[in-house]
């Protein structure tokens, strides 16, 4: 059984900053890449970021790109997601995931490339 399990959302007002975790067990973490996700009400689950098995590589949403930062330590079998200089439009419920492939060579962006998900953290910004 491989779970997830995100913390670290909350309210705050636009401009303001969250810091996200993602803890994973039941799977070698350090072999998949990860991926953050969100989903605002009444619409369809979007990629945010992702980061490769190492850490070496990253890709952003260009909603996103210059505020958040994604980063891991397979150590502590842990993704986290830094948001900064948040807007309204961030607001949503964040998921982290595992991707489906081990050692993929290249980092996914679409929600069916990727096979366990947590429960999600929400995110609230007001303005």
């Known amino acids: 059984q491989v779970q997830l399990v995100e913390s670290g959302g909350g309210s705050v007002q636009a401009g303001g900053s969250l810091r996200l975790s993602c803890a994973a067990s039941?799977?070698?973490?350090?072999?998949?890449?990860m991926g953050w996700f969100r989903q605002a009400p009444g619409k369809e689950r979007e990629f945010v970021t992702a980061?490769?098995?190492?850490?070496?590589?990253?890709l952003y949403a260009e909603s996103v790109k210059g505020r958040f930062t994604i980063s891991r330590d397979n150590a502590r079998n842990t993704v986290y997601l830094q948001m900064n200089s948040l807007k309204p439009e961030d607001t949503a419920v964040y998921y982290c995931?595992?991707?489906?492939?081990?050692?993929?060579?290249?980092?996914?962006?679409?929600?069916?490339?990727?096979?366990?998900w947590g429960q999600g953290t929400e995110v609230t910004v007001s303005s």
């Open positions: 995931a595992i991707d489906r492939t081990m050692f993929t060579p290249v980092i996914h962006t679409t929600v069916n490339e990727y096979d366990y």
């Open positions: 039941g799977r070698t973490f350090s072999r998949y890449a």
């Open positions: 980061i490769s098995r190492t850490g070496s590589k990253t």
